[in-house]
Each structure stands twice: as C-alpha cells, then as structure tokens.
Antibody, heavy 122, light 112 residues
Framework: QITLKESGPTLVKPTQTLTLTCTFS??????????VGWIRQPPGKALEWLAL???????RYSPSLKSRLTIIKDTSKNQVVLRMTNLDPVDTATFYC??????????????WGQGMLVTVSS | QIVMTQSPSASASLGASVKLTCSLS???????IAWHQQLPEKGPRFLMK???????TKGDGIPDRFSGSSSGAERYLTISSLHSEDEADYYC??????????FGGGTKLTVL
C-alpha cells in the first residue's frame, strides 16, 4: 500500500525559505520508473505542479518557479525534500506530494499525500 | 503552451449521470490525461488515465460507475448512478516533455 505524507512548518515569514518533507512508504524511489512530485493549491484555487524527482535523480521544475525551487531525495529514508526560497504571501497554499510510475500509469500522479497548509505571513 | 479547459461547475441529480469535459489546446490534442477527484477538504485522488483513443485505466478501488472516453481534443469523465459522495472537485492533468505537468482549472460537481 502506497502512502505519502507531507511535513514541515505551517507558518513562514515573507522572504524566508520553506523546507517541506515528503515521507512515503509502499515503494522505493530507487526503483526504475518511479518519481515523486510536489504540487500546491492556493486556497480556493486549482492545483499547480511545482517539481518532480525521478528514481535516477533526474529533476524537473516548473519553469515559472524554477529559480526558487530545489528538490532532493533520500532514498534510504524514503523521503523527498522540497525547498522554496523567498516566500511571499501569494505562496500561501496547501502543498501535496504525489507518486508516479512511468512504467505503469505513465506520467500521472496515482497516489497523493493528504497535503499540508503553509501560510506565509509576518 | 498548453491550456486544459474545464467548466467551473456542473450539477446533476442523485442517481443520474454526468459527463465532465476537459479540452486540450494547441498541439497537445492527442495527449493522454488523468482525472483526479478532490473531496471537500481532502487531497486529490487519482481516478483514471484516459488515452486519446478513449481507452482508460482506473486507479485502485475506483468504482465501475466512473468511466473515461475521448473525442478529438476532448477528454471526458462520466459518472453514472450519482451518489452524494461524488460531490467534489474534479481536475484533469496532462504531461508532455516540454510542458511537464499541467492541471486544468477544475470542475466543481454538485449532486442535487
């Protein structure tokens, strides 16, 4: 059974850096074809993809946010970390991590975490 | 630049059927998509992948009431025998090598 769970601060001040951790079980990020991505959702708005890391450490970033994002994995700990710099109140959102396997369901997120709300405010 | 267009809202009666639409723009009209369901105050749940030929692959435990289809640049999600618990936001999502992952604006489904 695949599960993912996001953790990190729920309140961040403007200009600070946000670090979120996705801890997962039921799969290994060392397995060929597997990836873990981050997606955010501002209150009342649609989903927006941010970043993804593949089993082979290949990384992809949203072009509009690339300069502010870093994604890394720790395969031994079953964790993926997302860092977002220079936070602004417009970055207030629920952040989700999600699994994909390009060998089974293709480049589509087939398991999601429960999400966590991060508020950016002074 | 791809745009995935969804109607902001839809409604149908308990026990009826509803067909939600996701329209692909530009040169991405042959892309496969995924449908995700987001219940109120919950994280998204993968429903299915829908290919351009209308074939679809559902996620674990998704009821037979949910099905997918395609026509040209349109991808559809049909929910039959609507239950009250189907009231949710529904998002389509696609992927391509250049654009990476893109979501539609979502459709809020109300079950009357």
């Amino acid at each position: 059974q695949i599960t993912l769970k996001e953790s990190g601060p729920t309140l961040v001040k403007p200009t600070q850096t946000l670090t979120l951790t996705c801890t997962f079980s039921g799969f290994s990020l060392g397995t060929r074809g597997v990836g873990v991505g981050w997606i955010r959702q501002p209150p009342g708005k649609a989903l927006e993809w941010l970043a993804l890391i593949y089993w082979d450490d290949d990384k992809r970033y949203s072009p509009s946010l690339k300069s502010r994002l870093t994604i890394i994995k720790d395969t031994s700990k079953n964790q993926v970390v997302l860092r977002m710099t220079n936070l602004d109140p417009v970055d207030t959102a629920t952040f989700y991590c999600a699994h994909l396997n390009i060998l089974t369901t293709g480049h589509f997120f087939d398991f999601w975490g429960q999400g966590m709300l991060v508020t950016v405010s002074s | 630049q791809i745009v995935m267009t969804q109607s902001p809202s839809a409604s149908a009666s308990l026990g009826a059927s509803v067909k939600l639409t996701c329209s692909l723009s530009g040169g991405y009209t042959s892309n496969a998509i995924a449908w995700h369901q987001q219940l109120p105050e919950k994280g998204p749940r993968f429903l299915m992948k829908v290919n351009s030929d209308g074939s679809h692959t559902k996620g674990d435990g998704i009821p037979d009431r949910f099905s997918g289809s395609s026509s040209g640049a349109e991808r559809y999600l049909t929910i039959s025998s609507l239950h009250s618990e189907d009231e949710a936001d529904y998002y389509c999502q696609t992927w391509d090598t250049g654009i990476h992952w893109v979501f539609g604006g979502g459709t809020k489904l109300t079950v009357l």
